[in-house]
């Protein structure tokens, strides 16, 4: 009587979710609760105060600085294995799991938070009358904060690792606890990531040890995502074991950044944004480039970086609307070429490239985007800089030249940065979503 609503959903228990990635599938009907769908109660409140936290993280950065933070606001640390260890010999103090939970580590680290105390403390619902006499039962402690990342798996297989190691890279308990942290997020504040950690500091101290529903929902949203890009990055990876091309196929993606707007002026939102745990293929030197500039930038500088590896020579190409206008490679001008072109004298090999690029249809160059294969010289930027041009992308540039090239279009002109050596980490497949359909081809 005291549920508000009530409907009928089978999902994947958090239990069984653990379960599932130990290659056992268990499925039940879930209680659910949230703004609308809750005991009466158990209210929810917008601060909830930190009193205990469990601390199990692969990557230390910053965390010496969170750990003296919930030292300050009076906050019981649990942790488990090196990360106990790591906090214990800085001086904080830390209750191991295995104390709590009064069962040792075991199979090489692979069973240790997967234990009731541990899932029942951050899955308990607060004011909930039979979660409250589950908890002093079986002398289950709530926990109110989970500060958690991966291991790191994704970085494993990049480094070449073999079948078993990456295996053993698979994290199990850690997005079991994710999971069920971010589910109870109105009481559980979850931290998946060191760059989280200096907001939540800064609300703990502002706000007496607390945290606000605003700022647990929006972790929480963070946290789910981080485990589904864990469990796309180990999806695909088996999937290419069997050199299988999977029947399901999950791609993650951090946003880079916004752009003004789309191929035009109402398509908005509009943002790059680069593959999970990855780096983009370019740098920004100057300018702001748009949705059409980077589409023009990358399908240029594949051109370019091509051509002068078949041919051996500087290549150059200048693109309008993603399709070439003229490509070229640095080969000398002939007397007539020379009086045609209106050439300047003694070019240097990346700008007899682009000169020849440019002029190959000098009238759809007209506002184009140059790409070169070779570092822009001073004496190619000093050609582009009397061209009617959007942007350059090039593998680098000496000092001078990008000093010319950052003044052109009063300090609009955009510069990019290619990386030579980039490797795409989503593998050596391209994607492209369009009006709900997805295109996949083997990349340049």
Not at 152 to 163: E, L
Not at 298 to 311: F, M, R, T
Not at 411 to 433: K, M, Q
């Amino acid at each position: 009587k005291n549920v508000l609503c009530i409907f009928r959903a089978e999902i994947v228990s958090l239990a069984s979710f653990a379960c599932v990635r130990a290659l056992l599938v268990v499925r039940r009907p879930a209680h659910v609760y949230g703004s609308r769908c809750f005991s009466s109660s158990a209210k929810m409140t917008d601060m909830v105060p930190m009193k205990r936290a469990l601390i199990s993280v692969s990557d230390k950065g910053q965390l010496l600085e969170l750990a003296a933070a919930l030292k300050e606001c009076g906050v019981q640390v649990l942790s488990t294995g090196g990360t106990a260890k790591f906090l214990q010999e800085a001086g904080l103090p830390v209750t191991d799991v295995s104390d709590y939970t009064g069962f040792p580590e075991m199979m090489d680290g692979r069973v240790k938070t997967l234990h009731p105390k541990v899932h029942g403390g951050l899955l308990a619902i607060r004011g909930n009358p039979a979660h409250e006499k589950a908890c002093t039962d079986h002398g289950i402690d709530k926990i109110d904060m989970l500060v958690v990342n991966l291991y790191p798996f994704a970085s494993t297989v990049a480094k070449g690792a073999d079948f078993d190691t990456c295996i053993e890279n698979v994290d199990i308990g850690g997005p079991a606890m994710i999971r069920g942290a971010s589910k109870n997020h109105p009481f559980v504040t979850v931290l998946t990531d060191p760059s989280q950690y200096a907001k939540v500091i800064e609300e703990l101290k502002a706000n007496n040890g607390c945290t606000s529903m605003k700022t647990r929902r929006s972790l929480a949203a963070a946290a789910y995502a981080h485990t589904g890009a864990y469990d796309a990055a180990i999806a695909n990876w088996f999937a290419r074991q069997n050199d299988e091309v999977p029947a399901v196929t999950t791609r993650a993606y951090e946003m880079a950044f916004p752009l003004k707007y789309g191929c035009n002026m109402h398509q908005l939102p509009a943002n790059i944004y680069k593959m999970n745990n990855g780096t983009l293929p370019f740098k920004v030197l100057n300018g702001k480039p748009g949705y059409i500039n980077l589409l023009d930038a990358l399908n240029s500088w594949a051109l370019v970086k091509e051509a002068s590896k078949a041919l051996g020579l500087p290549a150059a190409a200048s693109f309008k609307h993603c399709s070439p206008a003229g490509a070229a490679v640095a080969v000398p001008l002939t007397e007539t070429e020379k009086l045609a072109y209106e050439a300047p004298a003694d070019l240097t090999l990346p700008a007899l490239a682009y000169l020849r690029a440019r002029n190959a249809d000098p009238m759809c160059s007209f506002g184009d985007w140059a790409a070169l294969s070779d570092i822009v010289d001073e004496q190619t930027a000093m050609y582009l800089k009397t061209e009617v041009a959007d942007g350059i992308i090039a593998p680098g540039y000496t000092p001078e030249a990008l000093k010319i090239l950052s003044a052109k279009k009063s300090g609009g002109f955009i510069v990019l940065e290619a990386d030579p050596n980039f490797v795409s980490p989503g593998g050596d497949v391209d994607y492209r979503e369009i009006g709900g359909c997805v295109f996949a081809q083997r990349g340049h």
